[in-house]
């Protein structure tokens, strides 16, 4: 797999080229990035590329129909940080159109490259947008409009953050398709360094917000009681039965937990591709590396004496840039493993009584670990890590078959509108108050019918 400076069994590609970058993303990027290829497997990723346009275009007419024909629902939407944190959406699912464009159209001088160029300069846009306003969300949420307490954290949260983490890694995958990339130029630079900057936020905003969902789930008063009341003395005692947790995911929202593989997976990816990018740029480009020597005394923009770096100490610096990132990444890979034994456990324990929407959070975190822990085998030349990135890719796959099947039996067999997870309304309760209030409006017209309430009917036995 090219030449490299190796360790052992470890090694570290010299080169990587461009086709490499070109793997991001859930099911689509999983496909390509799959640790033993094959032609069809390239195939079917360029179909879900297909398919993704199609989903994104449909979606967003549906949502700029919605806030033209229902402004003020539409504007309530980023009361709540939960409900913003859905925005994040967008420039994920923008960004994996960007990547399928540079893996399936980018060749040398071609008009993809400069539309992926601003679609991702438009995803940065959107991802530091969205975690300002998940921000000032969370605020307007805490002046009392809506529950801001422990029991409000949901691994929804991290949508609002895990964007400027794939859009970082989108910025490694495009990075080698521009055309001053040999020669470092301002573009790549540019481009890289905003690669690392937007990664560094949204590792950091994460990191913020692992302690709030923590904090949610060990809190002391993790339990409410609810009693219903009675002319007997003993049910002035809360029923164990009628204790419901507040600080635990709700029952049909325990889907949700594996979002918390999301930013720790696709850190770890992108970390790997920035990283080789950045050793590539300063094992070719030893000119643009300097180190600046200058005289003792005050500073002087007139008197530095520049001395190029040693191209031997350019190479093993570089190195030194692989296995930095390649320590972050198993870091990361550690934690993230650990979350998904827990989001496994967690889903066993509490199965989601019906299909919702929230059932698809499952597939781009367990995706975008996938290609972390396939980066890696590739990368330290590991069998045992590509072997468990080809299973967790099937896998991966398979949850999205799933989560389509039931998606089409649900909401297009059975005609049923998918509502997310926490926002169902059980039809039996809808149907037994309007069939209360029904039953009251018959009853009162039968008593005014009757000659009033001297019949003893109340109108609740009609």
Request: proline residues 6%; contains cysteine; charged residues 10%.
């Given at each position: 797999?090219?030449?490299?400076?190796?360790?052992?069994?470890?090694?570290?590609?010299?080169?990587p080229?461009?086709k490499?970058y070109?793997?991001?993303g859930?099911v689509?990027?999983?496909?390509d990035?799959f640790?033993?290829p094959?032609?069809?497997?390239r195939?079917?990723a360029?179909?879900?590329?297909?398919l993704?346009?199609?989903?994104f275009?449909?979606?967003?007419?549906?949502?700029?129909?919605?806030?033209?024909?229902?402004?003020?629902?539409?504007?309530?939407t980023?009361?709540?940080?939960?409900?913003?944190?859905y925005?994040?959406?967008?420039?994920v699912?923008?960004?994996?159109?960007?990547?399928?464009?540079?893996?399936?159209?980018?060749n040398?001088?071609?008009?993809?490259?400069?539309?992926?160029?601003?679609l991702?300069?438009?995803?940065?846009?959107?991802?530091?947008?969205?975690?300002?306003?998940?921000?000032?969300?969370?605020?307007a949420s805490?002046?009392?409009r809506?529950n801001s307490?422990?029991?409000s954290?949901?691994?929804?949260?991290?949508?609002?953050?895990?964007?400027?983490?794939?859009?970082?890694?989108?910025?490694?995958?495009?990075i080698?398709y521009l055309p001053?990339?040999?020669?470092?130029?301002?573009?790549?630079?540019?481009?890289?360094?905003?690669?690392f900057m937007?990664?560094?936020?949204?590792?950091?905003?994460?990191?913020?917000?692992?302690?709030?969902?923590?904090a949610?789930?060990?809190?002391?008063?993790?339990?409410?009681?609810?009693?219903?009341?009675?002319?007997?003395s003993?049910?002035?005692?809360p029923n164990p039965s009628?204790?419901?947790?507040r600080?635990?995911?709700?029952?049909?929202?325990?889907?949700?937990?594996?979002?918390?593989?999301?930013?720790?997976g696709?850190?770890?990816?992108?970390?790997?591709?920035?990283?080789?990018?950045l050793a590539h740029?300063?094992r070719?480009?030893?000119?643009?590396?300097t180190i600046?020597?200058r005289?003792?005394?005050p500073?002087?923009?007139?008197?530095?004496?520049?001395t190029?770096?040693?191209?031997?100490?350019?190479v093993a610096?570089?190195?030194?840039?692989?296995w930095?990132?390649?320590?972050?990444?198993?870091?990361a890979?550690?934690?993230g493993s650990?979350?998904?034994?827990?989001?496994?456990?967690?889903?066993?324990a509490?199965p989601?009584?019906?299909y919702s929407?929230?059932?698809?959070?499952v597939?781009?975190?367990?995706g975008?670990?996938t290609?972390?822990?396939?980066e890696?085998?590739?990368?330290?030349?590991?069998e045992?890590?590509?072997?468990?990135g080809a299973?967790?890719?099937?896998?991966?796959?398979a949850?999205?078959?799933?989560?389509?099947?039931?998606?089409?039996?649900?909401?297009?067999?059975r005609?049923?509108v998918?509502?997310?997870?926490?926002?169902e309304?059980?039809?039996?309760?809808?149907?037994?108050?309007?069939?209360?209030?029904?039953?009251?409006r018959?009853?009162?017209?039968?008593?005014?019918?009757?000659?009033?309430?001297?019949?003893?009917?109340?109108?609740?036995?009609?």
């Amino acid at each position: 797999m090219g030449t490299g400076k190796s360790w052992g069994n470890l090694q570290f590609k010299r080169e990587p080229k461009a086709k490499e970058y070109s793997r991001k993303g859930a099911v689509m990027v999983v496909l390509d990035n799959f640790p033993y290829p094959a032609n069809w497997l390239r195939n079917l990723a360029y179909c879900f590329w297909i398919l993704t346009i199609i989903l994104f275009i449909l979606f967003i007419l549906l949502s700029l129909s919605r806030l033209i024909l229902y402004p003020t629902p539409a504007r309530q939407t980023f009361h709540s940080f939960t409900k913003t944190s859905y925005l994040g959406a967008i420039p994920v699912s923008l960004d994996n159109i960007t990547t399928g464009l540079l893996l399936h159209h980018g060749n040398s001088n071609s008009p993809a490259i400069w539309a992926a160029f601003t679609l991702w300069w438009l995803g940065v846009l959107l991802s530091v947008l969205l975690a300002l306003v998940g921000v000032f969300a969370a605020g307007a949420s805490a002046n009392g409009r809506h529950n801001s307490g422990l029991s409000s954290v949901s691994g929804v949260w991290f949508l609002s953050v895990i964007p400027l983490i794939v859009t970082s890694a989108v910025g490694g995958t495009l990075i080698p398709y521009l055309p001053d990339w040999q020669a470092g130029g301002r573009m790549a630079s540019t481009t890289l360094v905003v690669s690392f900057m937007i990664l560094s936020l949204g590792v950091a905003l994460s990191f913020l917000l692992y302690p709030l969902f923590f904090a949610r789930i060990i809190s002391s008063n993790s339990t409410t009681t609810t009693t219903t009341t009675t002319t007997s003395s003993s049910d002035k005692h809360p029923n164990p039965s009628s204790t419901v947790s507040r600080h635990t995911p709700s029952i049909n929202n325990t889907p949700s937990t594996f979002i918390l593989l999301g930013p720790l997976g696709m850190s770890g990816y992108s970390v790997q591709k920035l990283a080789a990018a950045l050793a590539h740029s300063i094992r070719t480009n030893p000119t643009s590396f300097t180190i600046t020597i200058r005289t003792p005394g005050p500073i002087s923009p007139h008197d530095p004496t520049v001395t190029p770096a040693d191209p031997s100490s350019l190479v093993a610096i570089s190195q030194c840039i692989h296995w930095i990132a390649a320590l972050a990444a198993l870091c990361a890979v550690a934690l993230g493993s650990c979350f998904l034994c827990w989001a496994v456990g967690s889903v066993v324990a509490k199965p989601p009584t019906r299909y919702s929407v929230g059932c698809w959070s499952v597939v781009f975190p367990v995706g975008v670990y996938t290609l972390a822990v396939a980066e890696l085998g590739r990368g330290l030349r590991s069998e045992g890590f590509r072997g468990w990135g080809a299973v967790c890719g099937v896998l991966t796959v398979a949850v999205w078959a799933g989560n389509a099947a039931c998606s089409f039996w649900e909401g297009v067999w059975r005609g049923k509108v998918l509502a997310g997870a926490g926002e169902e309304m059980p039809a039996p309760e809808v149907g037994n108050v309007e069939a209360r209030s029904a039953e009251k409006r018959i009853g009162e017209g039968m008593q005014s019918y009757c000659g009033g309430s001297g019949s003893g009917n109340d109108g609740h036995d009609v």
